[in-house]
């Protein structure tokens, strides 16, 4: 597990285990931010480790640190600070000796930062001022905005509905990090593929012939065939994680969506009803003549109060602009033609109106939402608490909504015991 002692040792350890999958990097990256007091002997010590190693090592490592800045500048500006002032010297780095994944990487993450001003706002492009031969001016971090100035509880829709996104960018950047290694070992390994197949004729031709010459040769091809295929599937590996990892949270970004619009669609119903409701009111408070007892008075219908129940103030514009600048982009890096760029459509099905039974959405209750971690699909080994933080919210909705949707790793009980 992740100890919760802090030393210089443990921590260069830990750095020199670091692989690029997005489960290494957000499980370290929590572990340094729990230590944020260490803020200054974690960047020393993550640059004296990102001088001395190889080459494909210091891509993670700047995955590493990009998790550690986002996520801990929440709560206050250590990491910020610190990763300034050796983050140049290392992007410099990459730059003039790294390949052009490492090259990718640093203008992907430069473009990241400037885009969420992750080091606040300056006059001249993040990356003149980052790769530029003089030192980088002190930053200055002080905070524009009063903290008090919102009220928390908008703080607190905006980061739980920003956390998916959030995850979802960062996944679909490891994801593009990797796609120029995936296209490489794709061909290499359909090569080979193809070539061995070839060679089953002659595999049978030299095996029906007791002591053909032949026989030599093709097993000596057919051995760097197969290692030319085992490299190809273990590089191939660390890109599955990486798409594992994406494809898990945009499930959950859509089970979420999908929970998110039921609630939203079954509101919109209440409020007709009660309109309805209204006019009906209205109308006999404006006839003069005096009504019977037996008039209904406005009933909230079971499914009307089930609705009213769910109904959540959740927003989801953070995921949808995502999801739309995705759409956009996929458009724009496959060339489709303008008539085409409807496909962005794709991310916005159409549902069916319908109301929830409110006897079937009480069956199931999840308990203890709170504290059952959900697993994603992919390699065993907890995630940490930091990435559940959607997990509750979501299983909550989903279970008082649709009583079908099980997410992995949640126990259901029998009814709740409340009215």
């Known amino acids: 597990g992740m100890s919760s002692e802090f030393s210089e040792e443990i921590l260069v350890d830990k750095l020199a285990k670091l692989n690029s999958t997005q489960q290494s990097i957000e499980a370290l990256s929590h572990w340094c931010i729990v230590h944020r007091n260490e803020a200054e002997l974690v960047v020393t010590t993550w640059e004296k480790q990102f001088q001395r190693t190889e080459m494909a090592q210091k891509v993670p490592l700047l995955y590493l640190a990009n998790d550690i800045i986002q996520n801990s500048k929440r709560e206050g500006n250590e990491f910020v600070q610190e990763f300034w002032k050796v983050l140049p010297g290392a992007l410099k780095d990459l730059v003039s000796l790294g390949d052009d994944r490492g090259k990718g990487v640093v203008s992907r993450l430069v473009n990241i930062w400037e885009e969420r001003r992750v080091f606040g706002s300056r006059s001249k492009r993040l990356r003149d001022v980052m790769l530029s031969e003089e030192a980088p001016p002190p930053l200055d971090v002080s905070r524009k905005r009063s903290r008090g100035s919102k009220s928390s ?15 979802i960018v960062s996944a679909f950047d490891m994801v593009r990090a990797e796609s120029s290694k995936e296209e490489t070992e794709l061909n290499k390994c359909k090569s080979a593929v193809k070539r061995i197949r070839k060679m089953e004729k002659d595999v049978e031709d030299a095996c029906s012939t007791a002591k053909d010459p032949k026989r030599k040769t093709l097993a000596k091809q057919l051995e760097e065939e197969e290692n030319i295929l085992k490299q190809s599937v273990e590089k191939l590996k660390s890109v599955d994680e990486c798409r594992t990892s994406l494809v898990y ?5 859509l089970q979420e969506q999908e929970s998110e619009l039921e609630n939203l669609q079954s509101q919109i119903q209440v409020a007709q009803e009660q ?3 209204a006019q009906n ?9 005096p009504a019977n007892n037996g008039a209904s008075a406005a009933k909230a219908t079971p499914a009307s109060i089930a609705a009213m129940l769910t109904a959540s103030t959740n927003s989801s514009m953070i995921m949808h602009s995502v999801l739309s600048s ?7 890096t496959s060339g489709l033609t303008k008539s085409n760029s409807s496909d962005a459509n794709a991310f916005a099905p159409q549902y069916h109106h319908t109301i929830p039974n409110p006897a079937a959405s009480q069956q199931f209750v999840p308990y203890g939402f709170g504290n059952i971690p959900l697993m994603p699909p992919g390699p065993p080994g907890t995630l940490p608490p930091h990435m559940m933080s959607n ?6 909705q989903q279970s008082q909504q649709n009583p079908s949707f099980q997410p992995p790793g949640m126990m259901y009980f029998g009814p709740p015991h409340h009215s």
């Open 391 to 396: 997990q509750a919210n979501a299983g909550q």
């Open 153 to 167: 509880k908008s703080a607190k829709t905006k980061l739980s509905s920003g956390g998916v996104a959030e995850k």
């Open 326 to 332: 995705f759409a956009a982009e996929a458009t724009q």
């Open 275 to 277: 309109i309805k409701e």
């Open 281 to 289: 009111m209205q109308k006999r408070l404006n006839d003069d003549t």
């Open 249 to 253: 949270h945009l499930k959950e970004a």
